[in-house]
T-cell receptor
Framework: SAVISQKPSRDICQRGTSLTIQCQVD?????MFWYRQQPGQSLTLIAT?????????ESGFVIDKFPISRPNLTFSTLTVSNMSPEDSSIYLCSVIRGEQYFGPGTRLTVT | QKEVEQDPGPLSVPEGAIVSLNCTYS??????FMWYRQYSRKGPELLMYTYSSGNKEDGRFTAQVDKSSKYISLFIRDSQPSDSATYLCAMRESSASKIIFGSGTRLSIRP
């Protein structure tokens, strides 16, 4: 299994600002994943983060809007930049260790 | 058409009832099928994992995959109030490919 923690657990932010979400895993993993879960919708993969290389973004997501850092094998950050109300969502960090495990999520509300 | 379709519910049943949750999909290349359970304000946790067609049982939970019909099911026997959660189906083509999630079914078990 994998134990994943995220900070913050929730935040309310103003339009136009940025928020950085942190993800910490209990032991080293090669790939970390960032998902978005909008109300009533399925989990959508934003990007895959490998340590020591640029993140790989899915269609519809760009680095300028969602910059990702992966400084080591147990930690990653996702920044939601220049936020709008449409960015209100739950953001989840995930790793694969045998199976796929998820963090508790960061609930973001943009006003 | 979405790759994975799942009735969002909500589904409310009395305690002790048998619950049936279902997903349909369009991609015949999907080989791995999962069910995740997500409690309120928590990340999804893996509940059941099935490869290809057939049934898999784990305690009160049974997962069924019918690849000919592109249809998967999760049955919960002797349902308990603690089973109240959102259940997400998920699937992927191979062990290395991206997971596609359903939108989740919100289940409530009435005491």
């Amino acid at each position: 299994s994998a134990v994943i923690s995220q900070k913050p657990s929730r935040d309310i932010c103003q339009r136009g600002t940025s928020l950085t979400i942190q993800c910490q895993v209990d032991s080293q993993v090669t790939m970390m994943f960032w998902y978005r879960q909008q109300p009533g919708q399925s989990l959508t993969l934003i990007a895959t983060a490998n340590q020591g290389s640029e993140a790989t973004y899915e269609s519809g997501f760009v680095i300028d809007k969602f910059p990702i850092s992966r400084p080591n094998l147990t930690f990653s950050t996702l920044t939601v930049s220049n936020m709008s109300p449409e960015d209100s969502s739950i953001y989840l960090c995930s790793v694969i260790r045998g199976e796929q495990y998820f963090g508790p999520g960061t609930r973001l509300t943009v006003t | 058409q979405k790759e994975v379709e799942q009735d969002p519910g909500p589904l409310s049943v009395p305690e002790g009832a048998i619950v049936s949750l279902n997903c349909t999909y369009s991609n015949s290349a999907f080989q791995y099928f999962m069910w995740y359970r997500q409690y309120s304000r928590k990340g999804p946790e893996l509940l059941m994992y099935t490869y290809s067609s057939g049934n898999k049982e784990d305690g009160r939970f049974t997962a069924q995959v019918d690849k000919s019909s592109k249809y998967i099911s999760l049955f919960i026997r002797d349902s308990q109030p603690s089973d109240s959660a959102t259940y997400l189906c998920a699937m992927r083509e191979s062990s290395a490919s991206k997971i596609i999630f359903g939108s989740g079914t919100r289940l409530s078990i009435r005491p």
